[in-house]
Structures are given as structure tokens and as C-alpha cells.
């Protein structure tokens, strides 16, 4: 693996930046330097933090996808934990970020556009260009940050799984991603910030980097984050994508897919209580031997999605896809497509002038070599 000094542990640079200011962490358990989180480094340097931010499944990481997350207390500091995901997403509320200057964010994404801690960055970003207020992005890899795939998203389709015009996979940091957003006046009413980006260092997009901590409880491993482009758009459908097993977004089956020797069970366990086929043995596919390199060769790869279609279609009491799938693929004619029988190959080359074209417009805010 490339040594890389993740933004949060260059030190030397920010901490002067922070002093004699009223500090906003957001984090959450991958806000990690080495042992130590990225908020006692704070503390031990003297940095005034008054407050933490919590993203999706709180601020140590162990809620389950669109829980409830509730506003506490970090056992470990005694600072106040202010939620922004309370399972349904709205404003930051005005009142969390007057009493303090800079919103510093350290958080590890994994490069989607369905992925959400960038849309909370994004409303912290609203939030403080609003009343006035710094923004300071600790920088870390994007373990996706290799390619650009899928269709920019259509903003008809805007929701808390997308939030931004940008491909499902946009390859980008979340720095770049802060920078861009800010450039190409995406902030509301195409609102200012004043923005600074600490960069990681000894890191360049086709950089393998892998993520010492998981980034959320169902992405235990680098498969799983490779194969995530491809396989959260189960979860807009009656298939099961291993939430419940240890092998979540490594495989996909339903207790009536057919001719298949790959069986899996989904139970209730912490990150997923309740998964989708509860205690039902499911036949299906196991993605796990497929070589990390084939699985970022082929990018977002709907074979598997059209494979449980084409088994399942007809066998169902209900539609194969909910509304949710284009929320995902953030485009309103991707189902029709499969519907109809085309190829994923097919499918992928209606995106290919979005990827171009993104590919150009992001060019301006990479801190990073291609």
C-alpha cells in the first residue's frame, strides 16, 4: 500500500490556522491519525473545539443506513454531539454553527454519489456561507478515486442519496469535491465560502489506497468498496445484496432466484437489524473471487443487476424496481432500459458523454495527478 499522510495528520499545517478560533468537527470513527482521532490531536494542540458534527450512523460509526442517529454527548471528550442525520435529512439548524468560526471536516467517503457523507459537507458548506463561517476539508483519499463512471445525476432526481451533478462514481476527494462545489456554484443560490483544502500527501488518483478503518458498517472491506458501484442498486429492488451476513455488497441472491449453487441467509446483526430477506435462504451469486482489478476495469457493472432481473422478473408479486433506483442511478430511463433487454454494455455507452464531459469540468479543482 502508498504511504499516504492523510490531511488530518499534517498537523503543523492547520493547527496554527485554528488557534484562538471556535471550532466544529465533523467526523465520525474514520477521523483517525494512526491510534489517535483526529479530534484529540485537536485537544492536545489546543484547539478551542466546541462541538462535533455526526454523519450517518453517528459520530463512532455504528448506527444502521438511514437510522435515526440522536444528539448526545462523546463519552470520550464530554463535547456535545449535534446529529445531521436523523434519518430524514434536512437544514443544518442555523443555531449549530453560530457560535463557532471554522466547521473543520475529517471524514473518509468512498468516492459515490449515493454515499452520504459528502452531502452532509455540502449542507455544512450551506450552513456556513449563510451565517459567514469557515470551512476547513482535512483531506483523505478516495479509494474509488481511479475512474469516473455512471450518469451525472439528474437534478429532478435530487435527494439524500444525491445531491450534486456528478456521475455515480466522480473519482474525486472530499476536498476536490468541497473545491468544486464552490467553483462551479453549487452551493445554494450559488452562495461563497471561504474554503480551505488541507491535501493529503504522497497521493495521486490511481493511488490503491486502503482504508485502515470501514467507512460504514455493511463496507467491511476493499471488495465491498469496489464492488459498491455495481451493487447498491439491489437496494432499490426485492433482492438481498448480503446485508445481514458479513459479506454485504460482495453478493446477491433471493429466495427465488433459480439454478444457482451460492446460498446465503441474512440474520439480523449490528449495522443491519432488520436486512432485507430476514432469516431466508437466499440463492444467488458470490462476487468475492473476482480480482480487485477486473471489479475497477469493468466500473459500474449492471450484469449482476440485469442477471436478478431476467431470473426474477414475472416470478414476483411486485415490481422488480422501486422508486428508489433512480434516486440511485440518478437517470429516469436506466429501468426502462434493462426492461427492454439491453446490455449492460450498451447501457454504459449512454453515459459515456457524461463521463467526458465531467472529466473536463472537474479538471480545474484536482489537488491530485490523474
Not at 451476513?245 to 429466495?255: E, L, N, Q, R, W
Not at 433506483?325 to 453515459?351: H, P, V
Amino acid at each position: 500500500m502508498a504511504e499516504v499522510t492523510v490531511g488530518a495528520a499534517r498537523t503543523d499545517e492547520y493547527m496554527p490556522m485554528l488557534q484562538g478560533k471556535r471550532v466544529a468537527l465533523f467526523s465520525n470513527h474514520t477521523g483517525m491519525v494512526g491510534p489517535k482521532h483526529t479530534l484529540d490531536l485537536m485537544l492536545e494542540g489546543g484547539v478551542d473545539v466546541r462541538k462535533l458534527f455526526s454523519p450517518e450512523h453517528g459520530f463512532r460509526g455504528t448506527a444502521d443506513a438511514g437510522e435515526h442517529v440522536s444528539t448526545s454527548t462523546d463519552p470520550v471528550s464530554g463535547l456535545p454531539i449535534v446529529s445531521l442525520y436523523d434519518g430524514k435529512r434536512k437544514d443544518v439548524d442555523p443555531a449549530a454553527v453560530r457560535d463557532i468560526d471554522v466547521i473543520v471536516v475529517d471524514i473518509q467517503d468512498v468516492g459515490l454519489r449515493y454515499y452520504t457523507y459528502y452531502c452532509t459537507m455540502i449542507d455544512l458548506m450551506n450552513a456556513a456561507a449563510r451565517q459567514g463561517k469557515q470551512v476547513m476539508v482535512l483531506d483523505r483519499p478516495n479509494p474509488n478515486g481511479m475512474y469516473v463512471d455512471g450518469p451525472i445525476l439528474d437534478m429532478k432526481y435530487k435527494s439524500g442519496v444525491g445531491k450534486l451533478p456528478i456521475p455515480v462514481v466522480h473519482g474525486l476527494t472530499l476536498g476536490e469535491l468541497a473545491g468544486m462545489a464552490l467553483g462551479e456554484g453549487w452551493l445554494e443560490n450559488g452562495a461563497k465560502v471561504d474554503l480551505t483544502v488541507i491535501p493529503c500527501l504522497g497521493y495521486g488518483h490511481q493511488t490503491r489506497y486502503e482504508l485502515p478503518i470501514a467507512p460504514s458498517p455493511n463496507l467491511r472491506d476493499m471488495k465491498s468498496i469496489y464492488l459498491y458501484p455495481s451493487t447498491r442498486y439491489f437496494e432499490a429492488t426485492p433482492v438481498s445484496l448480503g446485508r445481514g451476513t458479513d459479506m454485504a455488497f460482495t453478493v446477491y441472491g433471493h429466495p427465488l432466484m433459480r439454478n444457482r449453487s451460492f446460498e446465503f441467509t441474512p440474520r439480523s446483526i449490528p449495522g443491519a437489524k432488520n436486512p432485507p430477506e430476514l432469516d431466508k435462504l437466499c440463492h444467488g451469486v458470490d462476487l468475492r473471487n473476482l480480482s480487485d482489478d477486473e471489479i475497477i476495469a469493468k466500473g459500474i457493472n449492471l450484469e449482476y443487476l440485469i442477471d436478478a432481473y431476467n431470473d426474477l422478473n414475472g416470478q414476483l408479486d411486485k415490481d422488480f424496481f422501486r422508486n428508489f433506483f433512480e434516486l440511485l442511478i440518478g437517470r429516469g430511463d436506466i429501468r426502462g432500459m434493462i426492461e427492454n433487454g439491453k446490455s449492460a454494455d450498451e447501457i454504459k455507452a449512454t453515459w459515456a458523454s457524461d463521463v467526458e464531459a465531467f472529466k473536463k469540468q472537474r479538471k480545474p479543482y484536482l489537488l491530485y495527478n490523474e
